[in-house]
């Protein structure tokens, strides 16, 4: 079994701050890529960061010099620093994982978490 244990959401004023982490604990004997989605309701789920193993990073084009994602390897969890937050970001936060299973398993395959609820309102 593998869980993915998400926090850090919440409601924050245009032009505040907020840390998205996520852990990954369970049956896991690699991770390669992690990452962060977001979605809106009646909208499809869009990419919102993402990191490889090797510390590559990618963003969408909207969250670029605003949000920063990062990774302990150690502790196989997934940040996202949100900063000046703009109500266009008013989302369900959903981490991403791309791992391998211990027990024998050869194949990565993704994993998601439960979702976190970002609002930003004044």
């Known amino acids: 079994q593998v869980q993915l244990v998400e926090s850090g959401g919440g409601l924050v004023q245009p032009g505040g701050s907020l840390r998205l982490s996520c852990a990954a604990s369970?049956?896991?004997?690699?991770?390669?890529?992690m990452g962060w989605y977001r979605q809106v309701p009646g909208k499809q789920r869009e990419l919102v960061a993402t990191?490889?193993?090797?510390?590559?990073?990618n963003y969408a084009d909207s969250v670029k010099g605003r949000f920063t994602i990062s990774r302990d390897n150690a502790k196989n969890t997934v940040y996202l620093q949100m900063n000046s937050l703009k109500p266009e970001d008013t989302a369900v936060y959903y981490c991403?994982?791309?791992?391998?299973?211990?027990?024998?398993?050869?194949?990565?395959?993704?994993?998601w978490g439960q979702g976190t609820q970002v609002t930003v309102s004044s």
């Open positions: 990191t490889t193993s090797g510390g590559v990073t």
């Open positions: 369970g049956s896991i004997f690699r991770i390669n890529a």
């Open positions: 991403n994982v791309e791992l391998i299973r211990s027990g024998g398993y050869s194949r990565y395959v993704d994993y």
